[in-house]
């Protein structure tokens, strides 16, 4: 396999940034540009911009194209790094303004507006590359790396514009965290305050097209967009709170661009670009799956763990009520499994294949038909349900009552006088 | 024997043409309903998102027989729709980002997997996969002679993306035309859908398999931006031009046919990109028809803003004169609009109102003509209903209601019979 790095020693290097000056600057470079698509990437999420900055970032082709043909025609050199982000920026902010042109001038919707801007923009880059293709032989051929990127043809300097870029981008965010923090949550709120909203969300842009175009070298233009969208959404899972969001994000893709930067540069054949979305991918995998509280594995196991407390509350309530010969009572329909579970916890015994409460469990049969008693009452009494109506919508609210809860349904049937057949506590 | 000049075009440019034709319609056809639906963006997912497909179908089984290749492409396609639902209702992510979040990935990790196969194969390019290779099929063994068109051996000279193009083409006009109505209920309304017994879900599904297999078919002549641009473009330039999905749909044909061919046309002119002129001259018709359109476009709703505005401001004229009338009062040209707001529309509507012989001047005086007094009454019992409306029926208070009812009079006649007075006692004129 000629696709390995030679020996351990060398990947160790590099990862420590010792792998020479040149990988050293281009990784640290990522890093800084992933860390500021985080960041700013948060405030789009929340903002619902991500598929905004996709259409801005496919946009940039017709300028990196166009700023090429316009500077040869000119008689200056085309591959000036400087002059290309300039042209990328102008046609993706254009991008970004016929979105709104389209949106507010016909009745296209904000998806069709996003993908006809994207793929027109697209194709008429396409044009002006085959343009130079064609014109120009042989000195444009560099051009196709903006749409892939391409780590391996960057120098030291175009690493340290991007890292700065990055840098500049991320302070201006962190020093406008409130402002964006109020039009990203509140709009409406934000304008009456006075905010000037649509500066803001100009400023807002203005550093998603920085990161875009300073990424274009080492990500490409299609994969930059994924370094603005998966991190705060992988973040968005670990927390609620938009500092720790912005903190989380930053840190997924620093990491992202960290680990893409060094394994493109270990391994042949391994753009970088593909391999900061994959890493990023998977974190975002991870944190969707194993996040606690918002994860999807946390939210089954509470689900079940809800389920399991509903069915077992509803065998204590059926054998209290059948062993206090309670008009009406059902009987318990439930599992071995399940039945077993209640006996551990020593609340039923199944002595002579009988079922039967023990005394801890008849407290709690009798909590919770109490409960169930006093929801319907308040159903019947207060929501204007008939008393036929209210058993279904008593069994999913019964469990989940708290004790200050109770104590106010209690204190509202006293006022008018209802009291509760069998429920009164022991 | 067959001219040099059409036999030229026979071997370079008939084939591409079609595969552009038939890429066109068929995309641009199904492009109606995800325009419909809102989710124009699933094709641009889908149509990045069939790459790691393609090639993983051709890593696995080193072979580039078309039937693989498209089952590969086809299912990564639907794992595309499948985990955006996924994502959107387990992750609880906003949809824009789940989808951003699915086919960057799946991009990302077709293009990884390219560069690994490419070492291999100079076969597959990733610059293939943007703008297809339109320019690749030509007929090698172009015919000589008109009646080797109704010869035999035609069938295997014409490149198998052609047929499965042309294939892809029938199947969807097949399946838009016999599920028209299920199409159209559960596009504008999913809830009724399920109400007259159509499984909406169902529905959504079948479509998205049909905008995959329809991306993947076209996705090796044209390349992903053309079918993005022809999944949207076609449909959303047709919607700017009718109400109806019927004619919606025709229409959004027709454009897809002048795209693929002007756009063919174009670049074999200039000698450019195909694929990439269709998605421009895609572009292009789209700004002039949101300019020029008729019923939807910029220009036609500026003009009935001006048409509408002139109306206001003339029968704002009237009515202040039969104001003046009833309580037997006088102005001037001058002083009136100067009190209806100097504006040069005003003015306009002055000069008007004098030559239509909606009112005269006596002396320095503004006097209501014979049919200007009527159309200005017209107006103030307008006004007067509207006012009388809003007190008793939308709960406004007296003094609350003139700058509505100032409004409404111009846009709706009430048609209160059996109201006499406004609120504030002035009379309602008679009809």
Redesign the interface.
Known sequence: MN?LPINFEEILETLALQGGFNTNAVILGTTLLGIAAGVIGSFA?LR????T??ALSHATLPGIAGAFLIATSMGYSGRSMPLLMLGAAITGILGVACIHL?LH????????A???V??????????L???VQ?SSSGSGAGL?HY??GQTAAMTRSDAAIMGTIGIVASIIALVMLKEFMVVCFNETFARSTGLPVWLIDSIMLGLVVLITVSGLQAVGL??I??MI??P??AA??WTDRLWKLVLISALIGGLSGYAGASISALFP???A??????V??SI?AIS?LFAPT?G?LA?TIRRLRLKLLIARDHVLESLYEIESDIEGARHPNASIMLIKLIAMRGWITTSNNTLALTEAGRIQGQRIHRNHKLWEQYLVSYADIAPTHVDWSVDQVEHVLTDELIAELEEALRVRGITIENGDPA | MIPDLIQTFLTLDLFPILAAIFAALSCGLLGNFLVLRKQSLMGDAISHAVLPGLVGAFLITQSRSPGIMFAGAAISALITVVLVEVIKRLGKVEPGAAMGVVFSVLFALGVFMLENASARSVDLDADCVLHGNLQTLFWTTSPTEWNHFLSASIKDEVPRQLWTLLGTTLAVIIFITVFFKELRIASFDAGIATVQGINAGFMHMALMTFVAIAAVASFEAVGSILVIAMLICPAATARLLTDRLITQILVSAVIALLTAIGGYALASWMGVNAAGMMASTAGAILVVVMIGSPSHGIIAKARNQRKLGNLVALEDILGSLYRLAETDEHTTRDRLIATLGFTNRTTKAMDRALADNLVKLVGTHLQLTQSGLAHGAAIIRKHRQWEGYLVDEAGFSPDHVHDTAEKLEHLIDPDLPNQHTDPHGKPIPPK
């Open positions: 696709d999420l619902k911009r991500s598929l900055a996709d389209i001038h016909s009745r296209l919707k904000e998806d069709a996003i993908g006809i994207l793929s027109v923009f697209f194709g008429i880059g396409i044009v590359l085959s343009l064609t196709n749409i892939y299609i994969l967009v994924a969208i998966i705060p959404a968005r899972f054949r391994k753009p670009g593909a391999v900061i979305v994959l990023a991918g975002f969707m918002r999807v939210d």
